[in-house]
């Protein structure tokens, strides 16, 4: 900021911004024009445009969304409450505008009440979308636009837009350690109802966050399926809504029963597609992580030896463990190869790959779902909502690589109604393209009978003994009074508070207690924490750092062993003792190979997930250290240190142990 503040291209275009802004309310356009040379400078760092962003631009005005700046600027200016909820389908371009615009209205107020927040449910997508908004504004990832998400800070004291994962936002919020107040924030993917967005959403609507400026906004991002409950929610707020996005949406077509095997089945499907060279890319959804990466390997084992006209399609999973290589799904290569995308969840919102035409789709998800009668987290496999599989559906309205559908090629379509770019949303529904497909791996009566309207709030599905935790950290609400957009069940609140309590967290008067306090430092769950306390009691602290990263990164390994030579790689990591054991000697082995990536591949180990456990592990130590507490020297193998482990995590988990050997708690 202070750099920016003594750049002269920032303090024109401040003067003329904050002219316009006084004069229409707001600047009408985004960005100068190619050609327009006096002001071809970014006002945000002062450099000429480059000729990329002229290219994107194009691409940028083509989003149905564009057609709603203006509205959108006016109703942030205006909001009587400060509150606008934007309403619009998957891949109209909410997630890579919005941003940019809450960015120019910041700018034209000088960033006096502060920057620019935006959070993500998915680390991945807020990684994503910041590399992808960056680009956009021909801007420095790093610099005036970030990232921040679990053990990875991309920021730096010029950023001005920031993309961040919700829990880590909700985390800052909490903590005394947070990054302090911003002019706008902006919720997106509320639809996707994860457990910080919606109690981000209560807290402000309470007006509970005590570190708001004055004069900031809020603007709440949602897919139309939630609109109505967010309309009500926040007491009708003005509203933008999205027009929707151009283009022939295809009939799902559905099979007549749910395969038994659904990985081979959606193979099967996506050979299919392939020898029947229909034109575009295919995006796969299947329930689990373990199912995604099956299913790649065997298509990749598969597509290869077909005799098609093309290159061979191009397989990339898409799910939490790809880092930044998720990119990939956005890219083109030269010649041209068919991609084929294979994801869960993750992409029913985040993601719009612009690309597909075809989807192939299992209709189920995997969730880890808490039941607080019986303090246990399960997985459950179930089906995924009406909401989810629509917007399922509409990926399949892509364009097909080398068919943009920039305003400017329109132009040149022999139709009398081609003459400004404000029509171009109506225009792209004429244009023909070759239709896409849906295809339901499941009965059409599957989803009819069993599956709810709405994505399921997570709030209502989770330990909520660590968000107790926190709101009690910062005093910001009792827990029982949040308003939530759907309010837990009164016992699920009750258990977080008794488990609290059994922990030693809170005081008699159900306060956080001392040990509470340094509990709520550490971004692990209450228990792992009270875990990690007590082994600088029992002297194994090297271990149990190590036990913690392991178990809150990532999983570490990535599929069951697809080879006899995988399975024995495998079993010499195992430990006798169990999972704790083997995790740690896992760890130990993959920092011994240098963190070698190959090392990880032979053994089926998720290399990007040990190397977010080895950061994690270093930003625990990094934290006992400043608190002060007492380390040990590792002794990982000796009989005591086995013992000492056992103690250190009984201190934690007492509540969900069972006793088979001769007890080792003190008398
Ligand atoms: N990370 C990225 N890399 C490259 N292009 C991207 C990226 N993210 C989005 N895009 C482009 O921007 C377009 C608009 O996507 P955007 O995410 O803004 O839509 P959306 O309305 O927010 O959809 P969703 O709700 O699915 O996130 C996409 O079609 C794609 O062309």
Redesign the pocket.
Known sequence: MQGLNHCPAFCRYYQSATMASQRLGLAEESGPNPGESELAVNPFDGLPFSSRYYELLE?RRA?PIWASRFIFLEQLESSPGGVVLVS?E????????IPQWCAEFALARGFQEGRVTVTQPHPLAAL??A??VADEMDLTLGHEVGYSIPQEDCTGPDTLLRFCWDGLLLQEVASTRGTGAWGVLVLD?AQERSVASDLLQGLLQNARLGNLPGDSRVVVVTDPALEPKLQAFWGNPPTVHVPRRPGTCPTPVYRDTVPTDRVEAACQAVIELCTKEAPGDVLVYLPSEEEILLCCESLSREVGPLALRGPPPRVLPLHPGCGPAV?AA?EDTDLGARKVVVTHWLAD????L?SIRHVIDSGLELRSVYNPQIRAESQVLRPISKCQAEARRLRAKGVPPGKSLCPTEIKHEKNPHTQTQETCSGLLSQVFLPSGSCLCLYPKSFLELEAPLLPTARICEVNLSPVVLLLKRRQIAEPGECHFLDQPAPEALMQALEDLDYLAALDDDGNLSDLGVILSEFPLPPELAKALLASCEFNCVDEMLTLAAMLTAAPGFTHPPLSAEEAALRRALEHTDGDHSSLIQVYEAFIQSGADKAWCQARGLNWAALCQAQKLRGDLLELMQQIELPLSQPAFGSEQNRTDLQKALLSGYFLKAGRVGPSILPE
């Open positions: 691409q989003l619009g998957p891949g109209s371009g909410k997630s890579t505008q994503s979308l590399m992808r993917e990119q956005y919102f985040s993601f719009s612009p």
